[in-house]
């Protein structure tokens, strides 16, 4: 069961700004070095792509996962059942069981996000379903703010705004899966840009694309809601 080399360690690479700045001229040299690798690899096959050789275990676990109906399941509890149905081998299962992580990450298979302990405690087994309840919250535009049942609904159909204090009620209110973790949902949606952190403590996240089209009628008290009609008004004409 041990995988083959060349896909027990993956790592997404691009060419984007890191926390530390823009990359260095060796960077991009590496860079292109690894494109061009790719580029020849592909050329040399009967397919656009390169083929990369992958256990079969862990295709058939793939096949098995994507059926399960719970497809939000907890890190621990999937290696367990890993080891125990022997897709990986116990005395290498923490390597392997990463490697394969992040590799169906990369395929688009599961979402796997360990840039934080809570987004690592999760997994989603299958990547549409974690689609279906970004589209609970991006939809709420749409919708008729008295069709809510709660006032934490309207509030973020109105300002855009989720806030630690009923950032659970907001996500019943909005239909999301009572199976996902509420906190792991905040921190992908905050990781992957689309809500932005504008307060701390206690934490407040903004989403702009939640906000209805046409007007929005500013209220007179001081509010991000303020920011939040600059931003609609310079994005509908940029």
């Given at each position: 069961h041990d995988p083959p080399e060349s896909v027990s360690w993956p790592f997404i690479i691009n060419n984007m700004m890191s926390k530390d700045g823009?990359?260095?001229?060796?960077?991009?040299?590496?860079?292109?070095?690894?494109?061009?690798?790719?580029?020849?690899?592909?050329?040399?096959?009967?397919?656009?792509?390169?083929?990369?050789?992958?256990?079969l275990t862990w295709f058939l676990l793939y096949v098995i996962t994507h059926k399960f109906e719970h497809k939000f399941i907890q890190y621990d509890?999937?290696?367990?059942?890993?080891?125990?149905?022997?897709?990986?081998?116990?005395?290498?299962?923490?390597?392997?069981?990463?490697?394969?992580?992040?590799?169906?990450?990369?395929?688009?298979?599961?979402?796997?996000?360990?840039?934080?302990?809570?987004?690592?405690?999760?997994?989603?087994?299958?990547?549409?379903?974690?689609?279906?309840?970004?589209?609970?919250?991006?939809?709420?535009?749409?919708?008729?703010?008295?069709?809510?049942?709660?006032?934490?609904?309207?509030?973020?159909?109105?300002?855009?705004?989720?806030?630690?204090?009923?950032?659970?009620?907001?996500?019943?209110?909005?239909?999301?899966?009572?199976?996902?973790?509420?906190?792991?949902?905040l921190e992908v949606i905050h990781h992957l840009g689309l809500a932005a952190k504008y307060q701390s403590d206690p934490e407040e996240y903004f989403?702009?694309?939640?906000?209805?089209?046409?007007?929005?009628?500013?209220?007179?008290?001081?509010?991000?809601?303020?920011?939040?009609?600059?931003?609609?008004?310079?994005?509908?004409?940029?």
């Amino acid at each position: 069961h041990d995988p083959p080399e060349s896909v027990s360690w993956p790592f997404i690479i691009n060419n984007m700004m890191s926390k530390d700045g823009p990359p260095s001229e060796g960077d991009l040299a590496t860079l292109k070095a690894l494109r061009s690798k790719i580029l020849s690899a592909s050329k040399k096959g009967s397919t656009n792509g390169i083929e990369l050789d992958m256990p079969l275990t862990w295709f058939l676990l793939y096949v098995i996962t994507h059926k399960f109906e719970h497809k939000f399941i907890q890190y621990d509890d999937l290696k367990e059942f890993c080891i125990q149905s022997s897709y990986l081998d116990h005395e290498d299962a923490d390597r392997q069981f990463e490697g394969m992580l992040t590799l169906f990450h990369m395929l688009g298979f599961y979402a796997f996000f360990d840039h934080t302990e809570t987004s690592r405690e999760w997994i989603c087994t299958d990547i549409t379903a974690l689609y279906g309840e970004f589209a609970n919250l991006l939809t709420v535009h749409f919708k008729d703010p008295l069709s809510f049942d709660g006032d934490a609904a309207r509030s973020f159909h109105r300002s855009g705004i989720i806030r630690q204090a009923d950032f659970e009620e907001l996500f019943n209110e909005l239909g999301i899966n009572e199976a996902i973790p509420k906190k792991w949902l905040l921190e992908v949606i905050h990781h992957l840009g689309l809500a932005a952190k504008y307060q701390s403590d206690p934490e407040e996240y903004f989403m702009p694309l939640v906000l209805p089209y046409g007007k929005v009628k500013v209220p007179e008290r001081g509010s991000v809601e303020n920011l939040c009609f600059a931003y609609k008004y310079l994005g509908s004409h940029g």
